[in-house]
């Protein structure tokens, strides 16, 4: 039974509600004007807008301002509001601040609102998707974060790769919503309820309420796995990746490698650990979430290696974190199934940090790549960045530092977020430990070593092209200032995090708090001492 | 810093002008200064030099004031560098040494004090060795900085040689300065680099990029003993600040040593000079000797012999004379090169440990010290490049200083130091002086391609007379003074009951032999350059004039030098604040006046602990009273000035016999057979680069080359193969992704279906 | 047999009985042109069965979105019309306590149809009533 819908489920979906009007008003202003300086202005001004509505709601929790009280979750219709939500609607806010720069003057002249305001369309979506309780809404979340995305996809350039790449995702992505949907489907067969906090109370008494569709259960989980598998591109549900990396801009393609992520990462987190709350189910949950992280680590990496195009490789590389992510999240899995008890930690808050610095970092670099593109052309060979240092030293530098964050080098955010994924992956507490659990987290830290190692390869030989190749042709940035802004914001927000995650690990550890089995700061001290 | 003293802040404003104005040098030089780089050195070099002379006399003040104590020494600790607590194990690894293979004399430890942090603080020291030191260099610094900047006025490379010069004072003061081994071993190491940089100054020629290489590969043979006698004292001691630092009241006492575990590395808190008291303590207490003792010597020695260029390593400095004639002045014989003369200065008390049943470490310095002077002395009796046979008379001269030190006796040691001191004047003047000729030669230093100077270069040969008198060791010259005082010292020992009286009698004769060739090949190339039928090369062109007025008023100044410094600091009757007196307040040495200090004469002195007491005080009472109130320059000794100048006079005469006119009497003398053979010798400089290559750089390129073998084709292979794989993985995986629509769809699904599968499986 | 389901089946008789004989009555009555055009299905439209490749107008789609949009218009306000009438509807839902009051779920069929007008005029600025 849903809790009340009232004013203030409104009032609590009044930053989406800005997001939405913002979008709208986008479209219709467009229809009447293509002044794109104005419109972008107006819709940063209104994101800006946005933080300070997130800072009003903020008190019940008092995640920001340092008060925060350990209490559980509101549910306010199908609205749950929890540190989570919040952790996650700043992250999208700063993400859509970024994006909105390195959009700035992306898409034909006559199309750019609909550009930017489908842009926002996808925010809303993925601060639905961070905060929903709610089937219906989580998956109505999800399709208002894809299908803005087919039409940017479609407008972002007009030629013949694109069309293909927006095909290919909007088929690919048809069939992925299809599997989600179904997996919904049977999870409400299964349970027969909408409300995920509703579903563990079900589950448990199996067989006698739900009959015999609660043997449904694990295949729905293997659904909800696929379908939020691809928008996080974990293998095998990659492949539309580089070919729409490739195909289609690079602000595009930095959109794809954030946006959808994110919410196929929260999404993941909200049922699983809310929905299909059961030992058993957590079991196999876990399982599968460690495979996939293995082979999703391992395919992203190799493959980027014999990449030539830089967007193909980002493709990869986006792949490859998306492995990273699920170590966070089989460990939270494995945990919450009891096999094991966490002694620090928890995998979700690695997993957030780590969302975070890959995020930024990724969006550094797709930035660069649209300032080094221009209006009618766009980077595709790794050539085209030679003597990238000489000629436009600031940003070879922030890229460099984007590569190196995504690379885990110290001390930028990426290091420290790998560190503590290493971390919550090994350090269970060694009494309560199933042996087998702990030998296979083992083998998961260190394919993951090992994967970091790899990523250098092709991160670096980025790097060395920069500053070590001589320019060939000179590529003219002809992004404009916008673009320039975003990276070099993104470079000095991963050395931020990186020179202060004591600060970000209190935020996300707060974030995940209810799936925290020890609230522990362990991780925090060791990154203030090292700083 | 504002309650430092006087002293103190001298101590530190000394190494930091040169330090800053390398900084400026090296920022502004490239583009900005250029030709003018040699301002920011040569100013900072002045307000050096003048607060090394002031630093000089407060020193002197204190010690007057310090009247009681026997020895004073002022501390500045900047920072901590490193800091480990309870590094130090001291129970474990002190009774295994003392066990086995050592001599443990005195158990201090009990177990509860045995182990102690390793703490190593940046602190500077002032006590006289130091200040003379610091004084000498940068006097000599400073001079042959003004007299660079004429030299080097054409170069390109202004700029670079001025920032190095600039880095090379500011290493050496540092160097002099430093109060613990790690600090001495960090600017050995910083003066070793610049003497690198500035061989090798002219990279452009193979011979000095080679002779650069070459320094530093023989310096690292000698860097590696060091290190390892480092490693020895942590081991020993504990410790790794100099043993006299401490600020406790026994001079080396038990009490001192066991403070030093609890307060080590906090030298001198009150930061004020604090007498030495506590006179009845005994002296060898606490300090090691036996095979450990030993070691530790002889691995100090080795580093010695390397940068002070002694047999046998001492290859690498005839070869150093490729870089510019300023740097053989001041690092390769005024300054650098005695940096090994005065860590065994400053090493007294652990080279005057009882290693019974073992050798005399001293034993061993002297006779290095002896043969180096002999052996040096005979080559550069032969070699015709003018730098060359300068830089074999360091060699020899610094053999001399290390004679000095091994005879273990304060006079020895503080003749050594003396000889340094007056050494800097004169051989920086002979090489100035080559120096000048060379420019005026157009770059042609061999002697048989040039001569008759004198008229030509008036100001270069009054000065190189005075430069080669005093190197000879004319009375009333510098160098007479100095070297006299160690034939003396050697002389002493020679005729004294010690055990190794005889060793020490064939020594001073080889000293005397080589006070004679030093004479005879220092006028032989003065002879060749200066007089005879003018002769000036064609390379020389335009250039063949005297050099300007900033190249030779330094050299004015030190021919001044040259002629007084011994007269001054030398004379009989000198007081305290005399050099010797100067250099006997450092701790270091003062111990030596101790009563517990063990002098040489082991023999009489193995026969009671109190019987060896007594004759200990007695004998240095004696001493002190003599260093004290009669200077260096004794009477007893006046027999071995009388040989040493008439071997002196002597030598001059014969090279004058020989080398002035056509020199056919020399062709005629190496026709003699044992004439022709010794001179094949000589000439052959003894043939240790022949042996040394096959001996040492033949194996070591064998053994690189199977190495790079090795590393290119198993372990490079092994690399790239493994480097391989995962772009091999990744190649399997490619044909997966086709880029048909419907093949990744059918992809995805069979994924669904595999994980439906294991969930099946799983759940049921 | 069950007279709750008469009406259903009555509807659907009769849904058969008026399409086949309208069929009927065509082809009865109606004249007899043959040729190309006319034997197609939808004779002002396309050929439902043709070549994949073959071009046709983009605007097709834009109107056929555009309908789409105020097909699901209809099959939101329809369900609310009726649920905002009936007893067991929005007050039923309001005595249950799943929402605060008839006003919020006025309101938000306000915003919803809000969106749907200034969809339509944002149609309307793009030019897609326009056919040339």
């Known amino acids: 039974m849903n809790p009340q819908v009232d004013w203030n489920t409104v009032w609590l979906l009044l930053p989406e509600l800005l997001l939405v009007l913002l979008a709208v008003w986008a479209y219709v202003a467009g229809a009447f004007s293509h002044y794109r300086n104005g419109s972008n202005a107006i819709l940063l001004a209104g994101l800006i807008l946005g933080g300070y509505l997130l800072t009003q709601q903020n008190p019940s929790h008092g995640l920001w301002d340092g008060t925060a009280v350990q209490g559980n979750p509101i549910f306010s219709g199908p609205l749950i509001v929890d540190p989570f939500g919040h952790t996650i609607r700043w992250l999208v806010l700063v993400v859509g601040g970024l994006m909105l720069l390195s959009m700035w003057r992306a898409g034909p002249e006559d199309l750019s609102t609909e550009y930017t305001g489908s842009l926002f369309l996808i925010l809303a979506g993925l601060m639905i998707v961070t905060r929903t309780d709610e089937l219906v809404l989580l998956f109505l979340g999800l399709e208002l974060v894809s299908i803005p995305t087919y039409i940017m996809l479609f407008i972002g350039r007009q030629r013949t790769a694109a069309h293909e790449a927006t095909t290919k995702y909007f088929y690919l992505g048809i069939l992925s919503s299809g599997l989600l949907l179904y997996g919904f489907a049977l999870l409400y067969g299964a349970t027969g309820t909408m409300q995920l906090r509703e579903m563990p109370d079900v589950l448990a008494i199996s067989g006698a309420g739900g009959g015999t569709l609660i043997r449904l259960a694990p295949a729905a989980l293997v659904l909800v796995i696929a379908g939020l598998g691809f928008k996080m591109a974990a293998v095998p549900f990659h492949f539309y990746a580089p070919d729409v990396y490739e195909g289609t801009t690079a602000a595009n393609a930095g959109l794809l490698s954030v946006a959808p992520k994110i919410a196929g990462l929260i999404a993941l987190v909200r049922i699983m650990l809310a929905g299909f709350m059961k030992p058993d189910l957590l079991e196999l949950g876990w399982q599968m979430a460690l495979a996939l992280a293995l082979m999703t680590m391992t395919l992203g990496n190799v493959m980027a290696l014999l990449q030539n195009n830089v967007r193909r490789m980002m493709a990869y590389s986006a792949i490859s974190h998306a492995g990273y992510l699920f170590i966070g999240v089989a460990v939270a899995l494995a945990v919450a199934s009891g096999e094991v008890s966490s002694a620090n930690v928890g995998g979700i808050s690695a997993a957030l940090f780590y969302l975070v610095a890959y995020a930024l970092a990724t969006l550094g670099i797709f930035a660069t790549f649209v300032y080094l593109a221009g209006a009618d052309r766009e980077l595709d060979h790794i050539d085209e960045l030679a003597g990238l240092s000489k000629s436009r030293p600031m940003i070879a530098l922030s890229m460099t530092i984007c590569l190196l964050s995504l690379t885990g080098v110290p001390p930028l955010a990426g290091f420290w977020g790998k560190l503590e994924l290493f971390f919550c992956a090994l350090c269970f507490d060694p009494k309560t430990v199933d042996i087998a659990t702990r030998n296979w987290f083992g083998v998961l830290v260190i394919v993951g070593a090992m994967n970091a190692a790899i990523s250098a390869g092709y991160y670096l030989r980025l790097v060395g092209v920069m500053y070590f190749r001589p320019a060939g042709k000179s590529v003219q940035p002809t992004g404009g200032s916008g673009p320039m802004i975003a990276a070099i914001a993104s470079a000095v927000l991963v050395i931020a995090i990186g020179m202060m995650p004591a600060w970000f690990f209190e935020r996300t550890n707060r974030a995940a708090e209810p799936w925290q089995p020890i609230v522990a700061t362990t991780i925090s001290n060791h990154a203030s001492e090292a700083r | ?764 | 047999m069950n007279l709750a389901i008469l009406p259903v089946l009555l509807l659907v008789a009769f849904l058969l009985i008026v399409a086949i004989g309208l069929i009927l009555l065509g082809r009865i009555f109606g004249p007899h042109r043959a040729g190309a055009v006319k034997e197609m299905p939808y004779e002002s439209g396309m050929d439902p069965i043709h070549d994949a490749r073959r071009r046709f107008d983009i605007r097709f789609h834009l109107v056929a979105i555009a309908f789409l949009v105020f097909d699901v218009e209809l099959l939101f306000l329809y369900p609310w019309a009726v649920a905002s009438k009936s007893p067991a509807g929005v007050d039923q839902a309001v005595v249950s306590g799943l929402v605060v009051g008839r006003e919020l779920v006025f309101a938000g069929v306000l915003f919803f149809i809000l969106l749907l007008v200034l969809g339509l005029i944002y149609d309307w600025r793009k030019g897609l009533f326009r056919w040339r």
């Open chain 2, 1 to 764: 810093m504002s309650d430092w003293t006087t002293i103190q802040k001298l101590l530190v404003a000394i190494p930091a002008l040169p330090l800053v104005a390398t900084m400026v040098t090296a920022l502004l030089g490239p583009r900005y200064l250029r030709g003018k780089s040699h301002l920011p050195i040569v100013f900072g070099l002045v307000i050096s030099c003048v607060l090394s002379l002031e630093l000089l006399r407060q020193l002197n003040r204190a010690i007057e004031n310090h009247e009681t104590g026997i020895g004073y020494e002022t501390t500045v600790d900047l920072w901590t560098w490193a800091s480990v607590p309870e590094a130090y194990d001291g129970s474990g690894s002190r009774k295994t040494i003392g066990d086995s293979t050592g001599r443990l004399i005195t158990d201090v430890h009990d177990a509860s004090d045995s182990s102690g942090p390793f703490h190593i603080a940046v602190t500077l020291r002032a006590d006289g060795l130091t200040c003379i030191m610091l004084a000498m260099v940068t006097l000599v610094a400073l001079l042959i900085a003004i007299y660079a900047v004429g030299y080097m006025h054409q170069d390109r490379g202004c700029w670079r040689f001025f920032t190095y010069i600039g880095l090379f004072v500011f290493s050496m003061t540092m160097l002099v300065s430093a109060s613990n081994f790690v600090l001495l071993y960090v600017f050995w190491e910083a003066v070793g680099l610049c003497s690198y940089l500035l061989i090798g100054f002219w990279y452009e020629k193979r011979e000095a990029a080679a002779a650069g290489t070459k320094a530093f590969l023989v310096n690292r043979v000698g860097d590696f003993g060091f290190a390892l006698a480092l490693f020895f004292i942590w081991t020993v001691y504990g410790t790794l600040n100099f043993h006299d630092t401490q600020n406790a009241p026994g001079v080396l006492g038990q009490e001192r040593l066991s403070s030093m575990q609890q307060e080590f590395g906090r030298p001198g808190e009150s930061g004020e000079g604090h007498p030495r008291g506590a006179q009845d303590q005994d002296v060898r207490t606490g300090y090691v000797g036996g095979g450990i003792g030993l070691a530790i010597c002889l691995l100090l020695m080795l580093g010695a012999c390397g940068k002070s260029a002694q047999f046998p390593l001492h290859v690498w400095l005839p070869d150093a004379m490729e870089g510019p004639t300023p740097v053989s002045a001041l690092i390769h014989a005024a300054t650098m090169v005695t940096a090994g003369v005065y860590m065994v200065a400053r090493c007294t008390p652990l080279f005057a440990v009882d290693c019974a049943p073992y050798l005399d470490p001293r034993a061993v310095v002297a006779t290095i010290g002896g043969l180096s002077a002999l052996i040096a002395g005979i080559i550069a009796m032969t070699q015709n490049d003018l730098k060359r046979v300068l830089a074999y008379s360091t060699i020899s001269q610094l053999g001399y200083m290390f004679l000095a030190l091994g005879t273990g006796s304060l006079v020895g040691i503080i003749a050594g130091m003396f000889h340094l001191f007056t050494h800097a004047f004169f051989k920086s003047l002979l090489f100035l002086g080559a120096g000048s000729v060379m420019h005026a030669m157009g770059g042609v230093i061999d002697m048989r391609k040039f001569g008759g100077l004198r008229r030509l270069m008036p100001m270069t040969f009054w000065t190189f007379l005075a430069g080669a008198l005093a190197l000879s060791g004319i009375w009333p010259l510098a160098g007479f003074f100095s070297k006299d005082a160690i034939l003396a010292a050697a002389y002493d020992v020679g005729h004294g009951e010690a055990a190794y009286a005889s060793l020490f009698l064939w020594l001073t004769y080889a000293a005397f032999l080589t006070a004679f060739l030093t004479a005879l090949y220092t006028f032989r190339a003065f002879y060749m350059t200066f007089f005879g039928a003018e002769e000036i090369p064609a390379e020389a062109g335009h250039h063949a004039r005297e050099s300007r007025p900033i190249m030779t008023v330094p050299l004015v100044i030190l021919a001044l030098g040259a002629l007084a410094v011994g007269w001054i600091f030398g004379q009989p009757g000198a007081t305290k604040s005399g050099f010797a007196g100067v250099a006997a307040s450092t701790p270091s040495l003062a111990v030596m006046v101790h009563p517990g200090y063990r002098a040489l004469d082991t023999a009489a002195e193995r026969k009671s602990a109190a019987e060896r007491k007594s004759a200990a005080e007695k004998k240095s009472a004696a001493e002190k009273g003599s260093v004290a109130e009669k200077g260096l320059h004794q009477d007893s000794h006046r027999r071995v000035a009388i040989i040493s100048l008439v071997l002196a006079v002597l030598g001059i005469g014969i090279a004058g016999f020989l080398y002035l006119g056509d020199a056919r009497e020399v062709r005629a003398i190496i026709q003699w057979p044992v004439m022709k053979q010794l001179h094949r010798i000589s000439y052959g400089k003894f043939f240790f680069d022949p042996v040394y290559w096959i001996l040492v750089v033949l194996p070591g390129l064998a053994l690189a080359s199977i190495c790079y073998a090795f590393d290119r084709w198993l372990i490079d292979g092994l690399v790239n193969t493994i480097g391989r794989i995962p772009s091999g993985i990744g190649r399997l995986f490619r044909n997966m992704q086709c880029g048909m629509l419907q093949t990744y769809a059918l992809w995805m699904l069979l994924g669904v279906l595999t994980l439906l599968g294991s969930a099946v499986w799983h759940m049921w």
